[in-house]
């Protein structure tokens, strides 16, 4: 099993629908919770990054964490074309970073 | 703040050729990191520095690969020979020290996208 699962999709959403991707882990030890998002041809950049269980918003995105089932979500409201993209998963135990395989995303105008 | 510069952006080589990557992190970032993402996965870590030392470099294919981080800033990665499976996108990363603290971040640079035919 790997210690960190995530959907590849592909995800194909019209434009305004809210988005929803999702991560399952299985090391209870991992402590921080990262969403990248990885254009085309572009490294991953960072867009959000929590601690606790719970709800993090920053604009259109929502991270949420939920350490007792180790399940952690991103969403997206109001998707535009801009979003299109591949989302990674990331979380870290210690001084190592894991990464989930990508849910590729595309938002149709 | 300059990112994370990687070069060159793109490389075209033949199997059984070498080839090197140069990347530079972001100024005072103690750690840097060599990944390999292959289509349509998430990046495998290859090799990790704290400064100039390697900590982490138990999946890079020794045989073939060899990474430097000669004065704890600038680091080449060298694959020699390369095989048809090494193509992929190399990706440096560099957060400022996770021996400081458990809760860094890591900032990735674009990549290398290695095409070998």
């Known amino acids: 099993q790997k210690e960190v699962e995530q959907d590849p999709g592909p995800l194909s959403v019209p434009e305004g629908a809210i988005v929803s991707l999702n991560c399952t882990y299985s090391n209870s030890a991992f402590q921080y919770f990262m969403w990248y998002r990885q254009y085309s041809r572009k490294g991953p950049e960072l867009l959000m990054y929590?601690?606790?269980?719970g709800n993090k918003e920053d604009g259109r995105f929502t991270a949420q964490v939920d350490k007792s089932s180790k399940y952690i979500s991103l969403f997206i409201r109001d998707s535009q074309p801009s979003d299109s993209a591949t989302y990674l998963c990331a979380m870290t135990s210690g001084n190592q970073f894991y990464f989930g395989t990508g849910t590729s995303l595309t938002v149709i105008p | 703040e300059a990112g994370v510069a990687q070069s060159p952006r793109y490389k075209i080589i033949e199997k059984r050729q070498s080839v090197a990557f140069w990347c530079n992190p972001i100024?005072?970032?103690?750690?840097l990191y060599w990944y390999q993402q292959i289509l349509g996965q998430g990046p495998k870590l290859l090799i990790q520095f704290q400064n100039n030392g390697v900590v982490d470099d138990s999946q890079l294919p020794k045989d073939r690969f060899s990474a430097e981080r000669l004065k704890g800033v600038d680091s080449t990665l060298k694959i020699q020979p390369a095989k048809l499976e090494d193509s992929a996108v190399y990706l440096c990363a560099s957060s400022l020290d996770v021996r400081q603290a458990t809760n860094e971040k890591l900032f990735f640079g674009s990549g290398t996208q290695l095409s070998v035919l």
């Open positions: 929590t601690y606790s269980s």
């Open positions: 100024s005072g970032h103690a750690t």
